[in-house]
């Protein structure tokens, strides 16, 4: 079973190596690991295309891309549709895999009980002495009542290449969680999706949505979960109260990213 691993990257020069090398260090032999940097002005290509013998050597397809994007979702995208793997994992470049088994993990568990997905939990990382686990949750039904309660971090999230194909790709009019609007796509088209209870992957403190760092951002996340609401059919009141519930999630964020 092939598995394609999406890295998209930016001017990611600082952290990119360890995304890299968290690939490059997995036991598990049939992977494909498909980077796409947006068109980066700094040395974070270079860093790509030094890995390229490494990866041959290692037996591992290796395939990169730069070219300018609409996006962190539509670079992801570009991953997916260029991916060859019968799965698909995605993780971000200032991101990495929490130990060189994990892919051997997530191919066994699509083996042995015949999902849709799997995920896990992830280690958030402040500094190397403040660490938080987030445990994954996706619950079984969707609507506007629960749909906050979705805990799933995308490092941590393989998806079969066949669902994508089958229920579309990240719609990129959403610029902070195309990842929620996909996944209620996925519960509402009773696609089963596990999880393992393992930590998956380490997240570095700065992710888009994960990070609030100006109130613009508390605007976008209050507008994209309202349009996510509407897409699914939420009631009024579901809609009401999902708003409001992601609106103090994203105030606390900023709060905290302002002042502490």
Not at 51 to 79: C, H, L, Q, V
Not at 209 to 230: D, F, H, Q, T
Request: with cysteine; aromatic share 10%; proline share 1%.
């Amino acid at each position: 079973m092939k598995i394609s691993i999406v890295t998209v990257c930016l001017n990611s020069e600082k952290t990119i190596r360890e995304t890299v090398e968290s690939v490059l260090k997995q036991s598990y032999n049939d992977i494909e690991y498909i980077i796409i940097d947006g068109s980066s002005s700094d040395s974070t290509v270079d860093i790509i295309k030094s890995y390229e013998e490494k990866f041959k050597n290692r037996g591992f397809e290796y395939k990169w891309i730069s070219e300018p994007d609409k996006g962190i979702y539509d670079a992801m995208n570009k991953g997916i549709i260029l991916s060859c793997g019968e799965i698909v994992g995605l993780i971000n470049s200032d991101d990495q895999y929490h130990n060189i088994n994990i892919i051997n993990t997530i191919s066994r568990t699509f083996k042995e009980k015949k999902v849709g997905a799997v995920y896990g939990n992830m280690l958030v990382r402040k500094s190397e002495n403040c660490e938080k686990l987030i445990v994954g949750k996706v619950p079984e039904k969707i609507n506007g009542l629960i749909s906050h309660k979705m805990r799933i971090n995308h490092p941590t999230f393989f998806v079969r290449k066949s669902i994508y194909l089958k229920l579309g790709v990240f719609d990129i009019r959403f610029k902070v969680i195309a990842d929620k609007d996909f996944i209620i796509r996925m519960v509402k088209n009773k696609v089963e999706i596990i999880k393992i209870n393992e930590i998956v992957a380490i997240m570095d403190v700065g992710g888009i949505s994960g990070e609030v760092r100006s109130l613009g951002i508390i605007g976008r996340v209050i507008r994209e979960n309202y349009r996510i609401a509407k897409n699914n059919n939420f009631t009024k009141i579901e809609t009401i109260i999902s708003i409001f519930v992601m609106t103090q999630i994203v105030f606390v964020r900023y709060i905290k990213y302002r002042f502490f």
